[in-house]
């Protein structure tokens, strides 16, 4: 079976006037926004987009689906058409945008890097579902052992979390709740994490945990459950424990 | 390369965009305008005192003013205002020590339906009190 989709699509070229433009295209009914977007492109060769995977581990597709964030990769047609005449694919915000749903991602994967490190995930099922145990995963001195597994990032930076953030719209340099989540997690003793200090320093600085204003979006938005909201708190709360304990004498760990 | 950024004005209006947003950006939003009002609310407060310095007749007619049923609303407002704003930013404190992360959708709603049932208590005080 086959579909008929109405789907409105941002446009923008440098040097003109951004606009939507409503393509319609036929998919099968158990397609996904990401096969839509690329039935545009076979009309429109000249629609500029991202995409990779196709099973929401590479975060490239990320774009707003009818206003709000989402990997469109993962999203039914189907769900998206839901009450709805059409379906809007516009490019995320708060980046630069280079040209219809492609935006700059150079200075996100920036304050990526500043942690340091990957993202990992705390529990990976198995192959029959089973969560791995944390002694499969760390070694007795709690540092990352081989992992059983091939696919240990939690976050895929996908930016959807920085598109959702109320605050990053008016706080370029904000650090972002990826960038935070990515210093919260890299922080944990897990991970025996030499910088620890510095990790805190950078998360403590003026574009850091303080500009959050909890409005949690980045959480609801987030396609992979990191809970970067939940990060950006446990830092503060960390900051603040450590800021009582040295205004009464405690030295610094 | 060139690219496209949006105005800030634009960029700002986002902080009032709540469609199809969550519970926490409606928080946000909520924060937003009422601590605007409340800034607003000072400096009319401060303008209204100022007329005390301008003898009785001015107070008196300051007075019967605020008296009249559409200044009382404004009461509500300023009343609803300070509920929320003062409640919210207790769940954001609270948040912010790491206390009821997970639970602050629920607590959200909890303080806003205290504000509501606070201001509508307080709005029969000041209308019919």
Known sequence: MAIEVPAKVFRYRPGAAPRHETYRVTVPDDATVIDAIEAVWRQVNTLMFRHACHHASCGACAVRVNGYEKLPCIVPVKEALAGRAEIVVEPLRNFPLIGDLVVDVAGFFQKQAASGMVITREAEATLDGRPYQRSETFDDEGKLGERPYTRFENCIECGICLSACPTMAAADKFFGPAGLAAIYRATRPADGAQNKSLLLALADGEQGVWRCHSAFECTEACPQSVDPAGAIMALRRELIARKLKRLFGARER | ?129
């Open chain 2, 1 to 129: 390369m060139a690219v496209l950024r949006d105005s800030k004005l634009k960029r700002i209006l986002q902080w009032g965009d709540v469609r199809r947003r969550k519970p926490g950006m409606w928080a946000y939003a909520l924060n937003r305008v009422t601590g605007l009002g409340l800034v607003v609310y000072l400096y009319l407060h401060l303008v209204v005192l100022s007329w005390l310095a301008q003898g009785p007749e001015a107070w008196e007619a300051f007075v019967a003013l605020a008296k009249t049923p559409p200044f009382l609303a404004l009461d509500v407002v300023l009343l609803a205002g300070l509920l929320i704003h003062g409640l919210n930013g207790l769940r954001v404190t609270l948040n912010g020590f790491g206390i009821g992360v997970r639970a602050q959708k629920p607590l959200f709603i909890a303080l806003m339906v205290i504000a509501a049932v606070a201001s509508i208590v307080g709005g029969a005080a000041i209308f019919f009190q």
